[in-house]
T-cell receptor, first 111, second 112 residues
Framework: ELKVEQNPLFLSMQEGKNYTIYCNYS?????LYWYRQDPGKSLESLFV?????AVKQEGRLMASLDTKARLSTLHITAAVHDLSATYFC???????????FGTGTRLKVLA | GAGVSQSPSNKVTEKGKDVELRCDPI?????LYWYRQSLGQGLEFLIY????????KSGLPSDRFSAERTGGSVSTLTIQRTQQEDSAVYLC??????????FGQGTRLTVV
């Protein structure tokens, strides 16, 4: 059974600092997605990573995928308050096509 | 439609009553997913449709939960004899194969 783990679960950081969120998964998959969720809102797609070595960047966020290590990272550069949200990774199960979500990382950027 | 539409957005029901939650996916999306999110928690997979069939119902918490999808489009999640532990936000998402899932705004269910 595919399991997806994220760490850290909670992250409080100062504006201007850098940090990385990690997403590990347990079985083979080439498709991984990152989402953002603001309080009381639904999930918004951030990145789609569809192959080993894929790297995507948008503003201060950069996501990468290493399918051999079964690891994706979401790197935050020079954090700003507007990035405060919960970030989820989701892995597409190769056999069933369903998306299994990580536990989420609640990010708080302090001004 | 332009996005995934869910109704109602909020539902308060008495314990023991049945509820129906509706999801209208993005036009042309073949896959449809239901997830449940309790306050401050992650997403719990409930059921997945490919077209009208549900190859994976493994996440349905009990036999009080059922779902159907008709015409490869609209889906209904039904919860019978609701219990307080059913209170959560129910999220629906749709996708094409091999692309990201797009989520609706959710239905917040409160069982009193």
């Amino acid at each position: 059974e595919l399991k997806v783990e994220q760490n850290p679960l909670f992250l409080s950081m100062q504006e201007g600092k850098n940090y990385t969120i990690y997403c590990n998964y347990s079985t083979t998959s080439d498709r991984l997605y990152w989402y953002r969720q603001d309080p009381g809102k639904s999930l918004e797609s951030l990145f789609v990573l569809l192959s080993n070595g894929a790297v995507k960047q948008e503003g201060r966020l950069m996501a990468s995928l290493d399918t051999k290590a079964r690891l994706s990272t979401l790197h935050i550069t020079a954090a700003v308050h507007d990035l405060s949200a919960t970030y989820f990774c989701a892995v597409e199960d190769a056999g069933t096509y369903k998306y299994i979500f990580g536990t989420g990382t609640r990010l708080k950027v302090l001004a | 439609g332009a996005g995934v539409s869910q109704s109602p957005s909020n539902k308060v029901t008495e314990k023991g009553k049945d509820v129906e939650l509706r999801c209208d996916p993005i036009s042309g999306h073949t896959a449809l997913y239901w997830y449940r999110q309790s306050l401050g928690q992650g997403l719990e997979f409930l059921i997945y449709f490919q077209g009208n069939s549900a190859p994976d119902k493994s996440g349905l918490p009990s036999d009080r939960f059922s779902a159907e999808r008709t015409g490869g489009s609209v889906s209904t999640l039904t919860i019978q004899r609701t219990q307080q532990e059913d209170s959560a936000v129910y999220l629906c998402a749709s996708s094409q194969l091999y692309t990201e899932a797009f989520f609706g705004q959710g239905t917040r269910l409160t069982v009193v």
